[in-house]
């Protein structure tokens, strides 16, 4: 166990700092002069080359690389020059709403997904197969800035059950905060429900047609039984892995749900930064949602071990 988490952290390391140089090569290559965005198109040329000493843009790419990387070490992310305010600050503030809002998101996506996929595997090439399928479909082709509108007409508008937008904080209560993020978290669910639905049925029916699922059914154990205590378990590794990269998809897909909904969250902080030319905001933001992606996919691969421990002795030889 200890080898395969060793190989595991060395891999996560090392996909982190890869990372790190391609998200600061990709915006460290976009035309235009920060400094000068940032002053407007009438400030002096003195003015602007004094600012983009001050932010050390004279500086060679590989300083300012490196300067980063030890501010990522050291965890001072810099001041944003938008908001005048420490980038670290900011990125807290916001995933303070995009993180529950992600994991709202994930829990309906796997209750709904879940349900239905071993639903439909139990009941193959019936009409309740049929009809989850034809739903997941139409889940999977429905774009989820479309389905939210929908939402916002009909929950907003219609029947007035919740607002069509904006959030009060954590300090209104618990129950006002889950509220503002229920028709985002829906919105974001269909999609990743529709999709995990169909894995899991795939997954469910193959495990189906093992011998120790057929041994359990030949000593009396009802169908439901059998799937969800034997056939489930083996049949959660393709489920998992999806799990895990949706989950990051979730996280990052809330740059367009918390624009439509017009949450102050980590995904409408970049996309302000970005028209402001806040590189500094946007360079931390992303290289955040990196580094959640590659955390969850090492959990993912913890999780592989945990379901089959045959995975540490493959690793391993």
Request: net charge positive; no cysteine.
């Amino acid at each position: 166990m200890m080898r395969f988490l060793l190989r595991r952290s060395l891999t996560l390391l090392a996909t982190v700092l890869a990372a790190s140089a391609v998200i600061f090569a990709a915006l460290d290559v976009l035309p235009g002069n920060i400094a000068q965005v940032l002053l407007g198109p009438d400030a002096s040329e003195e003015a602007v080359q004094a600012l983009a000493q001050q932010l050390g843009l004279d500086q060679p790419a590989w300083q300012r690389y490196a300067q980063w990387l030890g501010g990522l070490l050291r965890f001072d992310l810099g001041l944003s020059h938008a908001y005048s305010s420490p980038v670290g600050e900011l990125i807290l503030e916001r995933m303070s709403l995009t993180l529950p809002l992600a994991l709202m998101a994930m829990l309906f996506t796997t209750v709904l997904a879940l349900g239905a996929g071993v639903y439909a595997a139990s009941r193959q090439h019936r009409l309740g197969d049929v009809g989850i399928m034809g739903l997941s479909q139409l889940g999977i082709a429905i774009p989820n800035f479309w389905f939210a509108i929908l939402l916002i007409m009909l929950f907003s508008v219609h029947l007035r059950w919740f607002s069509a937008g904006g959030f009060d904080g954590w300090s209104e209560g618990l129950g006002a905060g889950l509220k503002a993020l229920l028709l985002p978290a829906l919105s974001l669910a269909v999609v990743q429900a529709a999709i995990l639905a169909r894995i899991t049925r795939s997954a469910m029916l193959e495990v189906l047609r093992e011998d120790f699922v057929r041994t359990a059914r030949a000593k009396g154990r009802s169908l439901r039984s059998a799937m969800w205590a034997h056939a489930l378990r083996n049949a959660m590794i393709p489920v998992v892995t999806v799990m895990g990269l949706q989950f990051a998809n979730l996280v990052a897909g809330t740059v367009v749900i918390e624009n439509v909904f017009y949450l102050p969250g980590l995904g409408r902080l970049i996309f302000q930064s970005i028209a402001n030319r806040d590189l500094i905001v946007v360079r931390n933001s992303v290289m955040l949602l990196a580094v959640m992606v590659v955390v969850i996919n090492f959990v993912v691969d913890l999780l592989y071990a945990v379901i089959d421990p045959r995975i540490q002795g493959r690793d391993s030889a």
